[in-house]
């Protein structure tokens, strides 16, 4: 019936089975791998009933419109997502093809996803057995069966819908799906069905339709013109098949494949198609019914209406389509629900010969931004067509015309001409790229992966964490993996406790694929912001470069760093680190990110040689370089580099070091700092910045003036640990929270100014009292140590601002102002700018009206063109104006950003101006308001001044009322009629007289009304400090005394304090003598008659009470005059600065000075604390040392003297130490001077300059000075003339204290090839030729330079002085100074030969003269020292200097009456060497060959030595046969030497000669490390201990444990705490663990390390506690230390843990530790009670008699004696006891003693009977 009733569709009732088989059948969709859920059918049996019956009612009511099965739509719109249903037919075409996905592009921009299970059920049966099954037969993986451009039918199985909100639409091609409504029965001829390959048969293949019943075959003949990408048919293979026969009602099903007849197979109705199981991608041929703006509505296989849209229609045929026209169309889509069937007319999809284009034809564009694109036409429902400058098209759907939060405006879209999209996708089904006018979208900066850069910092949010990394998403269709050790900079165990999903994360991108849309990103810390060039190809590792890298991999030749984009490269294990690693595991692990520098890259091979060792030095030498230019506090210049939003980033000039200057540093004024960042520009050069903080990342800069003022006073914190409550400091806005405003100071220190401590006010809302940036005073109010945070104040009434603040602030804001204009002016060349910037405030000006109106007037004028100038209507009040009518009007502002002027024209500011005097008081009126300046007319003079709208850093405007505003009257006072710095304005002091702000009580008394100088008032003491009394007065206003006008000077005495005679309480009579300012506290320097001090300044001293006396006022000045350099006054300590270590002094109230710190000390004693010389308020005399300009203090000595003077003693600080100079010395009264090497001391010293460092303080003596550099000296004689000691190395003061021959120290001051320059005082150099420096031949200076550092004290020998040229030359040769010579024997240089000439010469000297025995002895042993200047001879260059030595010593012989050669022993080596003990070197030149007895008289005779040295000896030519002999023999004396086994070896040659015949030895190991520690060669000794350790035999334990102990004690004494313990470490895996930890606590008790020893100990205890020597070793540890309480709790614990049997002997050997260290009495007792409980261990009774004779008294050993001859043991050990006791008393008693002890023997005897006697 069911195929009756498809075959015959009767109207309406068509859509029954429509609905009811998509309904059914949607379980198979879900769970394509599982059976049919029954139950699931069933229960949805009843809706689909009722489905149909609602489809029925509305469809009558349809019919009456002629046969159509089904309606059109009112309106031709695209398909949307929202519309897509499961079940829904489509045709896609592939887009991309991955290993298990099919990206499918579906009609109208949809995208699906087909996945590889389900692609057919033969397929996913396949893989489902080769999983299951071994063998791993060649799966056909999906790339293999689609290809992109593939058209295919496919079916909506499944909705997902994603985390962001998106649905993905999940597709099947499983024919059973596709082909649902079909059956065997309907299946006729020329239908166009698509199936997939089941199986593949020998003649063809059979295809599964997914129709049950039927089986299709494909022969292989009908395959052969298939498509060309398919050369063999695989199981799973898409087919688009023709059924060519139907057999046995469609059980058997004859199909081809071959795109041509597809061409001509056209659907027919008599195929029986209808609404159930029409397909899309079939071919019919439709009539266009109606033709709409956005699409056609078709009639198509008689009966059926569907419709296409506008992206389907043929582009080229769009005007073509007319009613009734017959076309060629495509199935679509079906959408059940609507009953909708959506056509194409393309050619692509209905001419089968054509190819679908799976990429664009203008190529990739996904992700391009495109703009001047032009809307050509929009579709209300669906979106609007644009057209791209290329003339393409792109479409952009209706939800991307707007931001997804606004309502659509598709007009105001249309509207605009011209529009930026960006390109989504490519619609490959629709042949057109989609995008996006989203302003969100086009800003987004990463779309694609092409986007993303390796190296790129990105954000993210974190989406999911998987065992292998956590998910990060960058944007919607843009994720990465952060892999597991790229979490963090170190591994981390629980992830989840540090991401949470949706956290924002900021990443570092290391590599990118973009084929496989693979995106690698790191967490770390240092890689993230890491400022080091990266390293994105191998290209980037050129030698040299650093970057930072993250260990991949740790083998035992080093480590493999991997940086960005999969570049690697090799860290050898020699260049892992300064020390030498053995294991890197132990050290590194994978993850760890660290800096590396590139050593060699081969491009070709790409390999990189790196080295973290060159990394970590050269980035010290890196960190240094920019604190030497850039120091916090000192004056810089910079270069504009860039302008961000927060400042501007710069470059510190001359070295272009980076560094930032935010905006709010550009000045004090808020409001200039903006003018200033607009009018800067790239490549502008700033002066005088300063650095504020510089961390490692950061220097950031200041150009506040205020904030640099404090930097250069000193007048800051350094660190949290400096500073103090009370301390005031400026600083600047940083933060404004609820609760307060954060402060920060420089050296990015930050305090809290909580909302109390904000203003004197009360303060409702923190954020309108300061602004951002604004600079401000501050004084610490609390410090919390603990937690590093302190609290301020800002109030004013707590702050003192520093000395004409006021002023100053005004000054550098104009200045600030003027740069702007000036800058403006110049940058754009307009002339307009530049006029502009020529005018001045009060400048008159002639224009003409422009117009008027009811806000004042505008004006022109010629010369200012096209500038804007205003007058408001209060400046053009009582003028009348009409257009065009000339005026003059006078300027009061120009604001040059926006070229405007404003003017005035009131008569009273025209008139002309009246001269001011200094001094005198206005009332004046605000004209004017900008920001943080005020223009202000001064009463009727005319005269216009510039003032700031604050007068206090700190103060604050709540409401508009407070702050200035125009025409508000204002009281000034005139401090300079004609000031410069403001263009000659006056400058003025000005405050309020508005009565409108609320005043404290205080305040109102105050203001009630001043006190006149000269008054005499009465007043009672309120507080008595160390500077000042506060004196109440009668009228409740305060004043103060200042501690100079407390009594008369003359009559104060030294170190007294004034203040401290005035009681609290007391009442007083004073005078007026000056005032205060109310805000800085600040002395006033005037004193008009009729002025009124609020803060009076008051005057107790008689002499000026006195009515009678004519009493004036002395200005500040007149007192400064007053004073000379070098008087003497009387001054009072006001405060220490622990900054700059100076002392501040008041003089009288206006007047204060400085002393420093050299001149307030003379002992340097007090360096550390000078404050505690002085107390506040304390009187002293001070001598004047220059008196102040205008703004600084007077500076002053306490010392005395006020100059410096030659031959005087003072005090100096170090401020450095150089080599070449000697030390820096700053000294008093701003002198600075230098002390050479050899001015340090009287007697010289091997390294001068050891004990000196930086800010040490020192007494000098002041030698001379040249152009103000003092020479001084240190020298005990010099300083301390009294004391007359001995003085081993004399100054040298002058060339003609020096004599030719004499034997003289001096330091050598440089190495070049002239010869060795050497210091012989502060102003004599002396020169040592390089043949006179060594007896060796050297090729170069330089290696005498590398033994010879500046600053090595050399005995050197004068050989002759020019004091015309002022040169000395000197002579450093062992012959001449009696030294060994200056070059070390191990080197193994070639002696300097003789020349023949020289040797003539010597042999005629010799026959002149005959040597004694002496000289003849001495000429021996200095021979091999002379070094001639002649050049070598060529018969002599094959001489050795030793033949050359022996051939004289024989000579010499021959000539001796008794020529006894000495006897070359074979040790004489040995001794004769060790005779030099005090000098002991291990590079002893020749001498080493010298014979005992030379040797001996070589030390005898010094001063012969001298004498005969000097003197030249030559040789004859029997001499030098003889010499030849002489050298034979001393070879073989050394051979002899060599074989002999007791010569201890000399160098190392000698001990690698020994260690091959026995390396096993460890005491010839041992002797070789004890030979290079001589030399503190510590690095050599611990490679030889490691060499031993390596080449010991493993079966020498003891041998290899004496290596480690010796390796052990090395650590100890000249290793860290670190190199020992890894050597402890190392020695516990090599040997046995016991000895090892006993033999190191032993080395730490005799280096007394105590508190490591009882640590090991410790541990030794709890890890050997079966160990019995482990206890006593600890017990005896304890004793010695007297700790005899922990020894006895320890002895406790022992008997715990050892077995009950060893009990007995640990309590005995405890008790001979008692005896031995700790208290004897104790030893007894111990012993006593060991030996009650075992009385018959004789043993322990022998050794108790050995300790108490050894420690107890006579009486108590005898006692012992008795105790033991009675003991029940056997006769044999009692007679042994009486032989011991007979013996004792032998020794130490008497003959009585004696007889008594053979009486108790006897008595024994007679006791045990025969037994005893027998």
Known sequence: MASLEEDFPRGGSAKKPTKSTIVVQRPEVDNLFQSNEQAETKKRRATIKDDVKKVKKQKTGKEKDGLTLNTAAKCVEILHAKNVKEGMLMLGCVKEVTDFEVTVSLPCGLQGFLSIKNVSDSYTKLLSEQLDSTDTEEICSLPHLFYPGMVLRCIVAKLDTAKSGSTSIQLSASPKLVNKALNSSSLKAGMILSGCVESVEDHGCIIDIGISGSKAFLSAKAVKDQHNNLDELKVGQYLTCKVEEVKNEGRVVRLSASPSTFAQACAESEQGWN??????????????????????????????????????????????????????????????????????????????EQRVEPVSAGGERIGEVVKDCKMTVVHHMSGALLELPDQTLAFVHRNHLKESNEPPNENRVLAKPEHTCRILDFSVIDQIHFASLRKSVIARPFFRYHDLQPGQVVEGKVSVLLERGMMVHISDHIKGLVPKNHLSDIILKNPEKKYSEGMKVKCRVLSVDVESRKLYLTRKKALVESSLPLFLTYADARPGRMSHGFIVCIKDFGC?????????????????????????????????????????????????????????????????????????????????????????????????IQAVLPTMHLSDHVSNCLLLWESLQEGDVISNVMCFNKNKRHISLTKKPTVRWSLEEGAVAKDFSEITVGMQLIGWVKNIMSYGVFVEFPYGLVGLAPKSAMTDKFISDTAVAFQLGQTVIAKVTNLDEEKRRFLVTLKISEVIAPEADAQTRLIYGLQERRAVGDMLAMRGNSELRQQLAALTVGQKLKMTVDTVDGNGATFKSDDLGDATILASKYHVMGVNLTAGQKVTAVVLYVDILSNTVHVSLLTKLLMKKKSLSEGSKYTVMVQHIDKEFAVISLDDTAQLTVIQTSSHLNEVFLSESEKLKGGMILEAEVIEPSFQELQGLPLVSWKRTAPKRLRTTSENQMSSRGHCFGEILQGTVKTVKPTCIQVTLEDGTTGSVHVSEVMEVDKVSLGSFPTSSVKVGSSVTVRVIGGREASSQRFLPFSHPKFTYTIPELTLTPSKLDKSVDFKQVTVKDKVSSYKVGDEITCFVSKFNP????????????????????????????????????????????????????????????????????????????????????????????????????????????????????????????????????????????????????????????????????????????????????????????????????????????????????????????????????????????????????????????????????????????????????????????????????????????????????????????????????????????????????????????????????????????????????????????????????????????????????????????????????????????????????????EQARAVAERALKTISFREEQEKLNVWVALLNLENMYGTEESLKKVFERA???????????????????????????????????????????????????????????????????????????????????????????????????????????????????????????????????????????????????????????????????????????????????????????
């Open 275 to 352: 609404l159930t199981n029409l397909l899309p991608g079939l071919l019919v041929k439709a009539t266009i019914k109606k033709v709409t703006k956005h699409g056609l509505i078709v009639d198509f296989l008689s009966s059926f209406t569907g419709q296409v849209d506008f992206l389907h229609m043929e582009p080229e045929q769009a005007d073509k389509y007319t009613e009734g026209k017959e076309v060629r169309a495509c199935v679509l889509y079906l959408e059940p629900s609507m009953r909708l069937v959506g056509l194409s007319l393309r050619s692509y999809l209905v001419q089968p």
């Open 560 to 656: 493999i760093v991997r940086f960005y984009n999969n570049v690697k490269g090799l860290v050898p294990i020699s260049e892992l680190g300064t020390e030498a690693i053995v294991n890197p595991e132990e050290i590194f692990y994978v993850g760890q990110v660290l800096k590396t520098k590139v050593l060699k890259c081969d491009l070709e091979k790409e390999k990189i040689l790196l080295s973290f060792k060159a990394a970590v030095e050269g980035d010290t030498e890196a960190a240094v370089e920019p604190q030497v230019d850039c120091e916090v506090g000192k004056p810089l210049e910079v270069k504009v580099l860039k302008k961000s939003i927060v400042g501007v980033e710069v470059a510190i000039l001359p070295d272009e």
């Open 1139 to 1578: 900054e700059r270590k100076s002392l501040e002094v008041t003089i009288n109230p206006g007047v204060t000075g400085t002393v420093e710190l050299l001149a307030m000390i003379t002992d340097p004693k007090n360096g550390s604390h000078p404050e505690k010389l002085y107390k506040l308020g304390q009187a002293v005399r001070a001598t004047v040392v220059e008196i102040s300009s205008k703004h600084r203090p007077f500076v002053l000595s306490l010392t005395g003297g006020h100059k410096l003077e030659e031959g005087t003693v003072t005090l100096g600080i170090v401020t450095n130490v150089q080599p070449q100079v000697g030390l820096l010395v700053k000294l008093p009264f701003g002198g600075m001077g230098t002390v050479a090497v050899t001015e340090l001391a009287d007697a010289y010293r091997p390294n001068p300059l050891a004990g000196y460092s930086k800010d040490q303080l020192l007494r000098c003596f002041l030698l001379e000075s040249e152009n103000d550099k003092w020479q001084l000296s240190l020298r005990q004689s010099r300083l301390n003339p009294q004391q007359d000691k001995p003085v081993k190395d004399p100054e040298v003061l002058s060339f003609d204290k020096l004599k030719e021959g004499e034997i003289i120290r001096g330091y050598v001051k440089s190495v070049g090839e002239q010869g060795v320059f050497i210091r012989l005082s502060w102003h004599i150099i002396g020169r040592a030729q390089l043949q006179q420096s060594t007896n060796y031949f050297v090729n170069s200076h330089k290696v005498l330079s590398t033994h010879l550092p500046p600053n090595t004290l050399l005995t050197t020998k004068i050989l002759s002085i020019d004091k015309e040229e002022e040169y000395v030359n000197l002579s450093l040769l062992p012959v001449d100074t009696g030294k060994p010579d200056v070059l070390p024997e191990s080197l193994g240089l070639p002696l300097r030969l003789v020349g023949e000439e020289k040797k003539k010469h010597d042999t005629k000297k010799k026959k002149k003269r005959t040597l004694s025995e002496s000289e003849q002895k001495q000429a021996e042993s200095q021979v091999p020292k002379k070094k001639k200047k002649t050049k070598k001879s060529k018969t002599d260059d094959s001489d050795s200097g030793v033949e050359v030595y022996f051939r004289e010593e024989e000579d010499k012989e021959e000539e001796e009456p008794k020529p006894e050669p000495p006897k070359v022993k074979s040790s004489s080596a040995a001794p004769s060497r060790l005779q030099v003990a005090a000098g002991f070197s291990w590079d002893v030149g020749l001498n080493s060959l010298k014979p005992a007895s030379a040797a001996r008289d070589a030390d005898s005779s010094d001063g012969e030595e001298q004498e005969s040295s000097s003197k030249p000896q030559k040789k004859s030519r029997h001499a030098l046969e003889q010499e030849k002999k002489a050298a034979e023999k001393a070879l073989v004396r050394q051979e002899t030497e060599l074989m002999d086994p007791s010569l201890r070896p000399e160098d190392a040659a000698a001990f690698e000669r020994l260690l091959l015949a026995s390396p096993n030895s460890s005491l010839l190991w041992l002797q070789y490390m004890a030979h290079h520690l001589q030399a503190t060669q510590i």
């Open 1628 to 1814: 516990l895996q090599f040997c046995e663990p016991m000895p090892v930890y006993q033999q190191l606590a032993d080395i730490y008790a005799k280096s007394s390390k105590i508190k490591e020893a009882e640590g090991l100990y410790k541990t030794m205890v709890k890890r050997f506690r079966q160990n019995k020597e482990v206890w006593l070793s600890y017990g005896s540890f304890l004793l010695q230390q007297g700790q005899s309480d922990t020894a006895s709790s320890l002895l406790q614990r022992a008997l715990k843990s050892l077995p009950t049997k060893e009990s007995v002997d640990v309590i005995a050997k405890f008790a001979q530790l008692e005896f031995r260290y700790g208290d004897a009495e104790k030893g007894i007792t111990m012993m006593d009670k060991v030996l009650t409980s075992y009385p018959k261990r004789t043993d322990l009774w022998s050794v108790f008699i050995d300790l108490t004779i050894k420690h107890g008294s006579q009486k108590d050993i005898r006692a012992l004696f008795d105790r033991v001859i009675h003991l029940s043991v056997s006769v044999k050990k009692i007679k042994f006891f009486f032989k011991r006791y007979l013996e004792y008393e032998k020794k130490h008693g008497t003959p009585q003693s004696i007889q008594a002890v053979k009486e108790k023997a006897m008595e024994f005897v007679e006791a045990k009977g025969t037994e005893a006697a027998n």
